[in-house]
């Protein structure tokens, strides 16, 4: 018997796009074709535009959803055999008004902007955004259903012009940058959008209904495309980098200790039809890549960190369908790295790469007439070594981790109703005894006609296959939604077994549970009383363990948000969990509980107009249990000052207190001898300790732009955690802490501090220089600090790491350079 869900992968192929009937409800606008392209220079005086029929009456999203804009806005289309082109007049009567923040490209401050949606298969889920500012910085962008990913970038041309009547913008977007069918006429969906900063209105040229599900479905129409095609797309980024580094330790020996290196690499994009392209990186560098937010990690769980490399964050939106691909996996930490740390003692230990090398990545995307997305990713890590000291052996290199193979490959249709179902498939392969993973899944979410309802759900099967044995597991999740109108909910249900473990090329924090949950919200997307628009909402859940199949807790919370009409915003919520709950892995061990008492929380979170100079966010959270005094207090500020169009500083502060905080600190194996037989068994005693816990986190952020194409950017944050342990408690088989004589030595004095100071210079399309300067330090203690000022003197004698490079990447395109 066939599930439901293969069912419907056999009627993939012929399910295809929705029907191609212009919906004679949506606005349409014809493009012009021209043989003299006109030039991109922000004044819209060639004949070409003379001749294209403008599109106009744009319609409010908000502040007011319905409402004709207030500012007029004409928008032309033209097209040759290279590209399409935009010719936008925003009307304002006082340019002076018009806000021009400058910031770094994919980044829109406190500036107005215009923007062109395109959805040229019309599927209604995958689309692309060109959105230019008044300071004609760009930002690009491309929609799925995970939303907009910032991280893909195009090389397109724009420039923009103030003038008596308002601001033009004026854009040119080639072919290369859009995949389309291959049809002798193209009709493809199409937005406009502009944003005016000083009134926060945002008006389309089709109306974006917010109590209509979707974004892309609403769009128009661009019709009149005719006979184009997609150009060779082969394009290569080559780069050059290099770096100088110092290590700084005033304890050590040799108090500085220097290197040096150059690497070289290239990035290529190849389009392999109209649709479908190739991306490649050959010996990558990622040395202006952001660096990670280390945090002092007490719980069992795995922390998730930010994949801030560019070649993982451009174009992906394809192989993170289903959840089962995080890509910090590839060139992430050796399996074996804690290993060394286990069976070597710390003196013994030369060198531990945290990091494996990437050899090179590469990943083909794209998607057919029918509105089958295929992609196909491909990535190599090379073998990683530990240097210790052997007291037999003496030094020598221990292997922690095998060259490495990682593959994703998806199969996305596109169905009627912006609906869609998909196959996922990941495997890491390694080499010799090392164990191999595969983990295949589908996801899938069909709407109706009206775009009211949805069903969806999620299946996965992981296999880890070790020398004689294949361990299995299994999640599933089904999820039901009201999708529309001002009152919105959904009903939820999902599963992981015991055995199901992703975690090789995927990420998840624990497995073992089933969860029950619903919500339901109303939105009130029109003014009201002093606010522009808010809403309210009910969430609830209720949590068992899958095996054995045994209750572990439920809660509901409430909240509430608005945004007043001077444009501050509210949010308030209550979380309450009204009976006691029972963990299964704080104590790091298989079927031990712990028995958690009753709680609840209120937070809120207020920020103020962000058209000001000064924007201040505030938030603040209390937490407590039923028993034994245990509460937490979190609050932050957050404060940005636009010094000019060109410079902004950003200060935030986070503090968190817990107090009378309990937890996992240990475990100790005690024989037991029965008298009557003599036979000894082992029992494992885990001992939980009370603690206070106290975390603040700092950061400051300093951004000067010298234009849209040239950037200066300050990043400092620094981290500090204290853990003061004030009793021991042993944890007893019905999951109660009861006395115990155990000591310890637990306190924990945690610091991490790094600055990123990143120059770029994006001289010419696609073609950037980095100079990076990056220092780090890390500080660990059982001698916690008195305070925080105490706490940073001593924090500046730790060792610490500096490193400067320069970065040169160059972009060429194949379609440009035969033109030429």
Avoid: C
């Amino acid at each position: 018997m066939k599930s439901p869900l293969s069912l419907l992968f056999l009627l993939l192929p012929f399910l295809g796009q929705a029907s191609n009937v212009i919906d004679p409800n949506k606005k349409e606008i014809r493009a012009t074709a021209v043989n003299l392209a006109p030039v991109i220079d922000g004044v819209l005086d060639d004949e070409a535009w003379l001749n294209a029929l403008p599109a106009r009456d744009f319609i409010q999203n908000r502040p007011v959803p319905g409402q004709s804009a207030n500012a007029k806005t004409e928008v032309r289309i033209l097209y040759d055999d290279t590209g399409i082109y935009i010719g936008a007049m925003m009307y304002d009567d006082d340019p002076s008004r018009i806000q021009k923040e400058l910031s770094e490209r994919d980044n829109l401050a406190n500036t107005d902007w215009f923007g062109v949606i395109i959805d040229a298969y019309r599927d209604g889920i995958n689309g692309f955004g060109f959105i230019v500012s008044a300071s004609n910085v760009q930002f690009d962008t491309k929609y799925s259903t995970f939303g907009e990913d910032a991280g893909w970038d195009a090389v397109w041309q724009s420039k923009v012009n103030i003038n008596h009547q308002g601001w033009v913008a004026e854009m040119m977007i080639p072919y290369s940058a859009l995949r389309f069918p291959e049809t002798e006429e193209q009709i493809w969906h199409l937005n406009l959008v502009r944003s005016v900063a000083l009134t926060q209105e945002k008006s389309f040229w089709s109306e974006v209904n917010p109590q209509v599900n979707g974004f892309l479905n609403q769009a128009g129409y661009l019709t009149g495309l005719k006979n184009i095609s997609s150009p060779v797309r082969l394009q290569a980024t080559p780069f050059i980098a290099v770096y100088g580094q110092q290590h700084h330790d005033a304890s050590a020996e040799t108090v500085n200790t220097y290197g040096r290196s150059l690497s070289g690499g290239m990035d290529i994009k190849w389009g392999l039809s109209d649709a479908f392209t190739l991306d490649m990186t050959l010996i990558p560098d990622f040395g202006e890549a952001q660096s990670d937010n280390q945090v002092l990690n007490l719980s069992p769980f795995e922390v998730r960190f930010d994949e801030n490399r560019p070649f993982f964050t451009e174009g992906t939106e394809l192989f993170s369908k289903g959840g089962l691909f995080y890509s910090r996996r590839i060139g992430g930490r050796p399996i074996n790295y804690y290993t060394i740390t286990d069976e070597y003692a710390e003196e013994d230990i030369i060198s531990n790469p945290a990091q494996t090398q990437l050899y090179n990545a590469s990943k083909i995307s794209g998607r057919t007439t029918k509105g089958l997305g295929i992609g196909f990713f491909n990535a190599t890590s090379g073998r990683t070594y530990a240097r210790v000291r052997d007291t037999e052996l003496g030094e020598m290199n221990v292997l922690t981790d095998p060259l490495t193979n990682y593959n994703v490959l998806v199969l996305d249709q596109n169905l009627p109703h912006n609906s869609y179902a998909t196959l996922i498939n990941t495997t890491v392969l390694r080499e010799g005894d090392a164990y191999d993973a595969n983990v295949i899944g589908t996801d899938f979410l069909l709407r109706n006609k009206a775009n009211t309802y949805s069903v969806g759900g999620r299946a996965a099967v992981s296999q880890k296959y070790y020398p004689g044995q294949t361990d299995l597991g299994h999640t599933t999740s089904l999820r039901l939604r009201k999708t529309s109108g001002k009152v919105q909910a959904g009903l939820n249900y999902s599963e992981e077994s015991d055995t199901y473990d992703p975690n090789d090329l995927g990420f998840l924090f624990n497995n073992n549970e089933r969860n029950f949950s619903g919500f339901i919200e109303y939105n009130q997307f029109e003014a009201f009383g002093r606010f522009n628009r808010g809403g309210i909402g009910l969430f609830a859940n209720y949590n068992r363990l899958y095996q054995p199949s045994v209750y572990t807790g439920w809660g509901f919370n409430i909240w509430t948000y608005a945004e007043s009409k001077s444009f501050w915003n509210y949010n308030v919520w209550f979380n309450l969990s009204p009976s006691r709950e029972y963990d299964y892995f704080e104590a790091r061990e298989d079927g031990r509980v712990w028995n958690l008492p009753a709680s609840g929380s209120a937070g809120f979170w207020m920020g103020s107009d962000r058209r000001k100079r000064l924007r201040v966010s505030v938030n603040g959270d209390y937490w407590a249990a039923t028993e034994n005094n245990w509460n937490n207090l979190s609050g932050s500020l957050d404060l940005r000052f636009r010094a000019s169009d060109r410079l902004n500083f950003n200060l935030g502060v986070e503090q968190n207190l817990s107090k009378n905080d309990a937890g996992y600190v240990n475990e100790q194996e005690v024989a037991l001898i029965d008298p009557s037989s003599g036979q000894t068994t082992l029992r494992k005693d885990i001992f939980f300790g009370r603690r206070n816990r106290k975390t603040v986190e700092t950061s400051f952020r300093a951004n000067y732009t010298f234009s849209a194409n040239m950037t200066l950017g300050l990043r400092m944050r620094h981290y500090w955690s204290t853990v003061d342990y004030l009793r021991f408690h042993q944890l007893n088989d019905e999951g109660q802490l009861i006395d115990t004589e155990y000591q310890g030595e637990h306190n924990n004095d945690f610091d991490a501090f790094n600055i990123d100071l990143v120059y770029r210079w994006r001289f010419a399309p696609g073609s950037d220089i980095f100079v990076i300067w990056k220092n780090s330090l890390f500080s660990e203690s059982q001698e916690i600090a008195p305070d925080y000022f105490r706490n940073l003197d001593g924090l500046f004698q730790s060792p610490q790491d500096n490193s400067v490079s320069i970065k040169v990447i160059y972009f060429l395109d194949y379609a440009s350079l035969t033109r030429r």
